[in-house]
């Protein structure tokens, strides 16, 4: 998977020129470690899980990055979301390097207690190497606000004192931002809706499908509806629903929610369950004929397999990775725009920034704040984007990386490179 995520730099350095240092120091991680968890179980027995922290650059600024509770997390996997968080991070010209996170666990078999013991564990085993001014985690997939809570008081604990900078995603009440919650979908509506207004395209001319219906697909979901899209189609990991005449958003989340069985902090409905519209297969959704695809679930869910049948003409990617390098070429031959990852899901990042920035001023702003603080930076950020993609004639992805990629040897060759100490 990381060399498949490195592969994304060789287009890019078709278009820029960068130093041949820069593109080393970019190929490997600064820091991995791998640590055991040891978690004493409800049952008495004492369970041992493996967690990783991958620090892969901070030429820029402190390194930041989620925290992953899945199963097939792995060390490969970590170092790949930590290459593109150290590139997304560079886009959103956020002062913050990449890094990444993860446990292998499927965190729905434990209890919440246990759930506890693990993330004040993590912490524990990595208190070392993250910190306000080091490495700030975040949430990402089966991770949340109340984990990111006892992670931030499991440090305190360590340290003997309150820093809530050193984690984002914190819940309101314990110093997280207003508007995170909601900031990665919001983000992702920011982004579309530059593309669309650049068209010319009128919303609610406009369908869309979103994979993944939750965190970030729901209020993306919810929030597009708001602003004039029809959302015709929504899944999850157990299937989808399609109506062409639209979805109501919130309705269907009702519903997901009433159905939920609440199994440790997770939600287990389904959309499902909801019966009154037609049930397809998660492979269906991705193939309809609508304008817009939304990836808000995992990563490589388009791939060289089922990339030549879509049929959509704008990707939009809330998820990390969903198109394989693979799929993107058969992609862009297709004339299918993708607005990348690195771009399209940074709102979350950005409003940790804003959280990071809040904890260490000491200063909390208003929801209204956050949202017009966010829009300036990723109307800016996208139309960039969007702009060198014309200027270079390259894919949405390739000009996303040409402006990260600046940013980040900018940064790299001013600490001194081979051209300037040969000079002396
Ligand atoms: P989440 O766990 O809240 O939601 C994931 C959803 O995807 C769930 O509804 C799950 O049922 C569904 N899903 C899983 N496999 C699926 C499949 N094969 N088909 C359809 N649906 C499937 O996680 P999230 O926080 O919404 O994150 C989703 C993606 O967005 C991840 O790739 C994550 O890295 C990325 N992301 C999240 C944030 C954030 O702020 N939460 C920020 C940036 C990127």
Known sequence: MFELAKQRLDP??????????????????????IASIPVRMDNGDL???????????????????????????????????????TVKCAVSGLPFGGAKGGVMVNPKELSKLELERLSRGYIRAFADVIGESRDIPAPDVYTNSTI???MADEYGVILRR???????????????????????????????????????????AITIAVQGFGNVGYHFARLAQKSGYRIVAVSDSQGGIHSPKGLNVED??????????????????????????EQITNEELLLLNIDVLVLGA???????????????????????????????????????NVIPDVLANSGGVI?????????????????????????KIMSKEANTVYDLALSHNCSLRT??????????????????NRKYFKSI
């Open 148 to 150: 990111m809570g006892w």
């Open 12 to 33: 890019v350095f078709k278009h820029i020129q960068v130093d041949d240092e820069v593109i080393e120091r970019l190929s490997v991680a600064k820091r991995s470690i």
């Open 298 to 336: 995992l990563e490589n869910q388009i791939t060289q397999l089922n990339a030549n049948d879509i049929k959509v003409k704008t990707i939009l990617e809330i998820a990390n990775g969903p198109v394989t390098p693979q799929a993107d070429e058969i992609l862009e031959e297709n004339g299918v």
């Open 351 to 375: 409003v940790s920034y804003f959280e990071w920035v809040q904890n260490r001023s000491g200063l909390y702003w208003d929801v209204t704040e956050v949202h017009e603080k966010l829009k």
């Open 47 to 85: 369970k041992i899980f493996t967690g990783y922290r991958v620090q892969y650059d901070d030429t820029r600024g402190p390194t930041k990055g989620g925290i992953r509770y899945h199963p097939r997390v792995n060390l490969d996997e970590v170092t790949s979301l930590s290459f593109w968080m």
């Open 399 to 416: 000009a996303a990386y040409i402006h990260g990629i600046k940013r980040l040897a900018g940064a790299i060759d001013e600490r001194g």
């Open 162 to 204: 309150q820093v809530p900078g050193m984690i984002t995603g914190k819940p309101v009440y314990l110093g997280g931002s207003e508007g995170r919650e909601s900031a990665t979908g919001q983000g992702a509506l920011f982004a579309l809706n530059e593309f669309v207004r650049r068209k010319n395209w009128d919303p609610s």
């Open 252 to 277: 269907v989340y009702k519903f997901k929610q009433q159905n939920n069985e609440l199994a440790s902090v997770y939600c287990e409905g389904s959309v499902c369950n909801t019966l009154e519209y």
